[in-house]
């Protein structure tokens, strides 16, 4: 599955990003294949928002359906 | 000299550069004002919208870099930071102690270079109020370089920043890096130019010509990797994170709370700019100063020089002077109110509130070809064109830079002209307001998804870090925005002047009449017009104002008043954005929109004069 699939609340396992030109930059913000990250917020129809620790990011739509991911954990 | 390529920023004999690094908001301008005191010099980038402030302390050069999350050129505040940053002899790297895992990224990557680093890890206050423990001296251990507690807000930890510069030492650089870098190393002079080809650095690549291996995506794991497991060994405990903080942030986020919030937000800057700032302070220093005091000074200075009647002296000071239109436009309208949007664009980006907008309205802007950021350049716009087109630069793709140039063009009436065709539609009542509105927004919306539609390419994805939500400090609101304001004065006014010179060469020549001629009876037969309505459509080539406040003087139905305005909106932009969207984009893109501002304003205005005249 993939990202713009993840719920509030899930722990989520990026196991892919087909996005060569985020792949780099999303490593910076701790977002790299192989991370296990929160999905913290979605907005309806916009972006997913996930956070690490006390880090949060905004990640469009069209580009969270490039991004591979396992649900880990489900929300509560 | 090496360093700071495109600035004229001169380093004397004996000085060393001390370069401030960090990522966004860290509060690097407090340790930059605590070093350098008043005397600070800004350098703009050329092409950029990016700034550098520079200053002396004892026998250093203190360079302030725009706040990036790593060396590289994935935009222009970091190919700007990426310049100054590898040409520095030392360097203060402020980090965000809240944000370890994200800050320590930039920190490792400069301590590869190989440079001397000491850290200042600031808002420690924030790591205690959320319950975090940090073991500072593991911190300092691990990265090979010395580690200062700080909370710059509140001046805590800056005596000792300053007294360690001295102790500022190359670190623990990686020793699979340290490997790799061998093979650059002696094809270049730093190791901070081996880093960057061993990271596939396009730019530097190009600049060395030395050709690259691929290898950045592993540099960059590796280098998480490492970061993460320092983040997790130093973090002795964790902390639950501010609650208060997190609701407002939801808030913000949501659209059911966020876009509420957001309305008030807009409409609370648009009463304070629109009525306080446009009425009040540019009465005062349009009318009163300027047009009151300043314009029959120097017209009286320069009828000493030059005859009243000579080409020179209408050139000089006429109705479109360069010494008399230019002056009053630019400090007497322009300064105020651009000053205001930069205050309140300062205070929503220190806030952390910007970010948080351009995530909420990601997705309608998405219909147009653009994403979330550029909700910057359109709230700009409101204020001023000029302003706003500059602002494009920093959107992702040429093919937005395009889109939002054309919207900007277009669509978006200025704070001047708002003011105009506000008072000309406030008296006829809700119905004709909502008429002009929906006329407005529906060419919005539809030359926005056509663009989408038919431009060639890919437009970039939003891909941004909320940061937290914080009360923003005044001080560096207020530097941002003198910071920001000079910078538009400095690129705009030769732009006003020359726009000045145009429009009085038209003038002269009669060419300006020919054109109110040729559109005579375009107004009259498609727009339902008096004929004299050319003539304020020509103003508003000079100033998009003037060419409304022409209308004021004619006799207008509410309806020829409707259209009037919705033409005079879509009609182009006015002279100075007209330069600046030549200077920004190709001659060829520059040339369609205008020309097709001009077929815009009159379909759109003769439809709408078919429908309801």
Known sequence: ?76 | MECCRGLNIEIPKGYKKLVLAGNPNVGKSVFFNALTGMYVDVSNFPGTTVDISHGKYQDYVVLDTPGVYGVSSFNDEERVARDVILYGDVILNVVDALHLERDLFLTLQIIDMGKPVIVALNMMDDVERNGIKIDINKLSELLGVPVIPTVAVKGKGLEEVKENIKNARVGNIDAKIKEYLKEFNNKVEYQSEALMLLEDDETISERLNIKTLGKREEIYRLRREKVDKIAESVIIKEGKGNRIRQKISTLTLNPLTGIPILIMVLYLIFKVIGVWVAGDVVGFTEEKIMAGYYEPFIRHLTAKFFAEESLLYRLLVGEFGILTLTPTYVIGLLTPLVIAFYFFMSLMEDSGYLPRIAALVDRVLSFFGLNGRAIIPIILGFGCITMATITTRLLGTKREKIIATILLGFTIPCSAQLGVIAGMIAPLGTKYILIYSFTIIIVFALTGTILNRILPGESSELFIDLPPMRLPKLTNVLKKTWTKTIMFLKEATPLFALGALIITLLEETDILYKIQDLFKPITESVLRLPKETANAFIMGIIRRDFGAAGLTELSLTPEQTVVALVTITLFVPCIASIIVIFKERSKKEAGLIWLGSFILAFLVGGILAFLIV
Do not use: H
């Open chain 1, 1 to 76: 599955m993939t990202l713009d699939m993840a719920k509030k609340g899930q722990k989520i396992y990026i196991k892919k990003i087909n996005d060569d030109k985020i792949k780099v930059q999303a490593i910076r913000l701790g977002i790299y294949e192989g991370a296990k990250i929160d999905c913290a917020l979605k907005i309806p129809f916009g972006p997913i928002i996930l956070s690490n620790r006390m880090q949060e990011i905004a990640v469009g739509r069209t580009l969270a359906k490039k991004i591979e991911i396992d649900i880990i954990k489900e929300g509560a």
